[in-house]
């Protein structure tokens, strides 16, 4: 399964789950960037020159439960546009590849949104893709939400949660609003360590860099990059793992003298 990997906290288990990717153009989703950025980190463009940007969910396992932490794109694609900030942008895989590892949706008790942008949202808005789990989504990002046909399908299926609540053994709700405006990452613990998904509060790896430098699709370019600032911080901190969902080929890792330093390199 391409870009899978799992890591093991004390008795619980997370699993990058893939569903697709998107080509991001470097300069335009990072506009404080310049060329000698790019220049100094190819490892994180493409042979077209476009940021390798992953899209999937990730799945909690604990005992026979499961919770899954976003929902991918879906089974769907759209082209590149001349002059826009993605080039191609396409899902599709993220329910074979959790049969991959072993589950099947009935067994997704709840899927739990870090936002409601659509490479996030995307299984979600398919009725039987996830028909028994619940959709829980942070509170101030459903209040604010525009309409879409996605959010209208999830509806019915959408409880809200708040600023610190429990919504899985271990796993903890953390408002940082910043990219959207209910933006919430989830705190997984166990076995002495944690584990921060960190949603889009960051984009790319070279944002660990620089987290002075917000992402285009960002709501508040200001709040985004005070709050990353505290991540890139946290992220350092001993025993402490982050999960970057966009992080093509380097979704686990840790903060490392100012660098995001990859898991198993």
């Not at 991001?24 to 980190?41: C, F, V, Y």
């Not at 799945?59 to 769907?76: K, S, T, W, Y």
């Not at 694609?77 to 099947?104: I, Q």
Request: charged share 20%; hydrophobic share 40%; with cysteine.
């Amino acid at each position: 399964m391409p870009d899978h990997h799992s890591v093991h906290l004390g008795d619980t288990k997370v699993s990058f789950v893939p569903d697709g990717a998107v080509q991001g153009n470097p300069r335009l989703w990072l506009p404080d960037s310049t060329a000698e950025t790019w220049a100094e980190h190819p490892e994180y463009l493409d042979d077209e020159g476009y940021l390798r940007v992953s899209i999937g969910g990730l799945l909690v396992e604990h005992g026979d439960r499961a919770l899954l932490i976003d929902a991918g794109f879906g089974p769907q694609s759209l082209p590149a546009e001349p002059g826009a900030p993605n080039g191609v942008l396409y899902g599709g895989a993220l329910l074979d590849n959790l049969a991959a590892l072993g589950r099947k949706p009935e067994d997704v008790e709840a899927v739990a949104f870090t936002h409601l942008h659509s490479d996030h949202i995307g299984w979600a808005s398919h009725p039987s893709a996830f028909a028994t789990a619940e959709y829980l989504v942070p509170e101030p990002e459903w209040a604010q939400r525009e309409a879409s046909r996605e959010t209208d399908a999830m509806a019915a299926k959408v409880h809200t949660v708040d600023d610190g609540q429990e919504v899985f053994p271990g796993v903890q709700v953390r408002f940082a609003a910043g990219h959207t405006p209910g933006h919430a990452e989830y705190v997984i613990t166990g076995g002495g360590q944690r584990l921060i998904a960190f949603g889009d509060a960051v984009h790319s790896p070279v944002q660990i860099e620089h987290p002075e430098w917000s992402c285009v699709y960002d709501h508040d370019p200001v709040q985004a990059a005070v709050h990353r600032k505290q991540l890139v911080a946290e992220l350092a901190e001993p025993g402490t793992i982050g999960f970057g969902n966009h992080f093509s080929g380097a979704v686990f890792g840790t903060v490392r003298d100012g660098r995001w330093n990859p898991l198993g390199r």
